[in-house]
């Protein structure tokens, strides 16, 4: 079945870096775009990036422009994102997401990975 | 940026019918997409292009899109219904690309 799994969330000190993954299997990856969202604890959705089928393509929220990276390999199915210069105000969940096509919904999800940012 | 407003809560006894808003400037353009976020799970889409269903999402479940509002109706409510709701739209102009989802709903089961 169509399965995402997010990894590498953890605490990390205001300033300091975290990579995130997402495995993506039951599906064609390299045929979908895909997406990174985050939920503040308590708080509703926020839409951090997205990046094409090929790679070739991203985009990213204000919020985190010039800060996070996003990137994918096809070969190995995974979705990766890059935060650099973490700020209190980045603690969430991050949720990677597949879209059918860009301006379109999200699904599935997967579980999401915690992030805290915490001195 | 794009903004999309939803009630905080809506309440709903067993058996009868929840609507739950969405609003936004020239909604009529947009496609509306709705999620279903259960506590401590991750979000499931139950609508999308205003009102498609996805497969396994209960015929209970639908949507409209008219207006500046698009509204998430869910008939004969269960308790497993009970849950935090979202709406979603894709923006796109001049200065700003990106998703926007709605503020959010808790739908409570009484």
């Known amino acids: 079945q169509v399965q995402l799994v997010e990894s590498g969330g953890g605490l990390v000190k205001p300033g300091g870096s975290l990579r995130l993954s997402c495995a993506a299997s039951?599906?064609?990856?390299?045929?979908?775009?895909m997406s990174w969202i985050r939920q503040a604890p308590g708080k509703g959705l926020e839409w951090v990036s997205d990046?094409?089928?090929?790679?070739?393509?991203?985009y990213y929220a204000d919020s985190v422009k010039g800060r996070f990276t996003i990137s994918r390999d096809n070969a190995k199915n995974s979705l990766y994102l890059q935060m650099n210069s973490l700020r209190v105000e980045d603690t969430a969940v991050y949720y990677c997401?597949?879209?059918?096509?860009?301006?379109?919904?999200?699904?599935?999800w997967g579980q999401g990975t915690l992030v805290t940012v915490s001195s | 940026s794009y903004v999309l407003t939803q009630p905080p809560s809506v309440s709903v006894a067993p058996g009868k019918t929840a609507r739950i808003t969405c609003g936004g400037n020239n909604f009529g353009s947009k496609s509306v997409h709705w999620y279903q976020q259960k506590p401590g799970q991750a979000p499931l889409l139950v609508i999308y292009y205003d009102s498609d269903r996805p497969s396994g999402i209960p015929e209970r479940f639908s949507g409209s899109n008219s207006g500046n509002t698009a509204t998430l109706t869910i008939t004969r409510v269960e308790a497993g219904d009970e849950a935090d709701y979202y709406c979603q739209v894709w923006d796109s102009n001049s200065d700003h690309r990106g998703y926007v989802f709605g503020t959010g709903t808790k739908v409570t089961v009484l």
């Open positions: 039951g599906f064609s990856f390299s045929d979908y775009y």
């Open positions: 990046i094409s089928s090929s790679g070739k393509t991203v």
């Open positions: 997401a597949r879209a059918p096509m860009v301006s379109a919904w999200f699904d599935p």
